[in-house]
Antibody, heavy 126, light 107 residues
Framework: QVHLQQWGAGLLKPSETLSLTCAVY????????WSWIRQPPGKGLEWIGE?????????NPNPSLKSRVTISVDTSKNQFSLKLSSVTAADTAVYYC??????????????????WGQGSLVTVSS | DIQMTQSPSSLSASVGDRVTITCRASQSISSYLNWYQQKPGKAPNLLIYAASSLQSGVPSRFSGSGSGTDFTLTISSLQPEDFATYYCQQSYHTPWTFGQGTKVEIK
């Protein structure tokens, strides 16, 4: 069974860097891509970005994240990490790590987030 | 970005009711549409992928349909454990985007 366990600092001051790590237990780490997704309190879900086992990344280009995101991977530990620099109150959210699973057919590949971490509430406040 | 719009934003229903939630994409996404269920304080849980395929372990009362820009999630007979918020998500093109959610409440 696959299990994702995440951790990181929960309280930050404006301008600091958010840092979260997600460890993957079970399954084959190298077969999949891995994502970070966030959810502001009482609001919807926003995809932050993803990484594969070789370190190739794909980030959300939207202004709310605008080049502040770095996702990295440590295959020796089956872990991946998120860094978000220059945080503001608008970055207050529950952050989730998730596995990207692709259902592959001749006519297309359907990507899903099939396993998720427990979530980490990160609060940005002076 | 592809915008995903769900309707309604919330609904009240009784146990045993048939419930339908709609999701509309701002452009055609073929059948690259997933549905998730989220309960308070928990991570989302994948229900449906590729618009109509049931994720392993998900009860058969959940079903999905649609293609192009219009999609529906149907719960054929609402159970007490189904009261939650439901999100659609497109996997057609990055950035992957979600609908704003539909909260299903007890009537």
């Amino acid at each position: 069974q696959v299990h994702l366990q995440q951790w990181g600092a929960g309280l930050l001051k404006p301008s600091e860097t958010l840092s979260l790590t997600c460890a993957v237990y079970g399954g084959s780490f190298s077969r999949y891509s891995w994502s970070w997704i966030r959810q502001p309190p009482g609001k919807g879900l926003e995809w932050i970005g993803e990484i594969n086992h070789s370190g190739s990344t794909n980030y959300n280009p939207n202004p709310s994240l605008k080049s502040r995101v770095t996702i990295s991977v440590d295959t020796s530990k089956n872990q991946f990490s998120l860094k978000l620099s220059s945080v503001t109150a608008a970055d207050t959210a529950v952050y989730y790590c998730a596995r990207v699973y692709s259902h592959d057919y001749v006519w297309g590949s359907y990507r899903t987030f099939d396993y998720w971490g427990q979530g980490s509430l990160v609060t940005v406040s002076s | 970005d592809i915008q995903m719009t769900q309707s309604p934003s919330s609904l009240s229903a009784s146990v045993g009711d048939r419930v339908t939630i709609t999701c509309r994409a701002s452009q055609s996404i073929s059948s690259y549409l997933n549905w998730y269920q989220q309960k308070p304080g928990k991570a989302p849980n994948l229900l449906i992928y590729a618009a109509s395929s049931l994720q392993s372990g998900v009860p058969s009362r959940f079903s999905g349909s649609g293609s192009g820009t219009d999609f529906t999630l149907t719960i054929s007979s609402l159970q007490p454990e189904d009261f939650a918020t439901y999100y659609c998500q497109q996997s057609y093109h990055t950035p992957w985007t979600f609908g704003q959610g539909t909260k299903v409440e007890i009537k």
